[in-house]
């Protein structure tokens, strides 16, 4: 993708492969290559916008609104699972504070694309553009500084039993996600030449994710950053 489609910055993750079973030790990295799913997504948002031709219209409003309602499916998972647990050592309130900071414009920016969706609004790249940037700043900074309140720092703090029924807790969340729209996005914003065994998936479940759940929405993914197989792709 060119590079003008790097409006926000993406958090800092050594490379490599991770025990993702070390739950004190990883839980940060797993969070923050999430967050680095949402920022790629959203720079793809902000910069393709304006350039989408009319018979992608519909295919670009249907991929905007898959990362909207996975960003919502996140920040009610912490809110509900992980920020409880965390807030027994220490407040995790500025987290939910940040959360409701962007929610209005987070909102319009959604409510725009519905309307599109519906062929109630003209589709609109500048504005849509516009709606990103009325939240995208707030949002990604948010991103950036949730990673220090999860450090393995904190969250060795914790008992590893209780730690671990948390996090079986949230992956279950995680499980109930759709594969054939969330779980795609996910994979096709993340770099795995950066870290290679992320998302912890069973193989099983990455081979249906990459040769099955990925066609029926197959027009949404070429805005997407990587490919079903994880290469660098372009669409613009």
């Known amino acids: 993708m060119a590079s003008q489609s ?21 839980f940060s990295v797993q969070m923050s290559l999430i967050h680095n799913v949402f920022i790629r997504c959203l720079n793809s948002i902000w910069y393709h916008a304006p350039l989408v031709k009319k018979e992608d219209e ?17 920040h009610r998972a ?7 647990f965390i807030q027994a050592k220490f407040d995790m309130s500025t987290n939910v504070d940040q959360h409701k900071g962007f929610l209005g414009p987070f909102e319009e920016f959604e409510a725009y694309l519905k309307s599109v969706s519906a062929k109630t609004s003209a589709y609109d790249g500048e504005k849509v553009r516009a709606l990103v940037e009325a939240f995208g700043d707030t949002f990604v900074e948010h991103l950036h500084e949730e990673i220090p309140t999860i450090s393995p720092e904190r969250m060795k703090q ?45 193989a099983p479940i990455r081979w249906i994710i990459k040769n099955v759940t990925y066609w029926p929405y197959r027009q949404y993914w070429k805005f997407s950053p990587f490919s079903r197989t994880g290469e660098p792709q372009s669409l613009y």
């Open 158 to 202: 914790f008992e590893t039993g209780p730690l671990d029924a948390m996090i079986s807790v949230h992956d279950e969340y995680i499980k109930s996600h759709s594969l054939v729209t969330d779980m795609v996005l996910v994979t096709t914003h993340h770099d795995i030449s950066q870290v290679p065994n992320w998302p912890p998936a069973p």
């Open 6 to 26: 790097n409006r926000y910055p993406l958090i800092s993750v050594n490379p490599g492969s991770y025990d993702f079973n070390n739950h004190a030790e990883t």
């Open 58 to 74: 519909e295919a670009f409003v249907g991929y905007c609104l898959i990362w909207s309602k996975i960003i919502h499916g996140h």
């Open 78 to 84: 912490e809110e509900t699972i992980v920020f409880p």
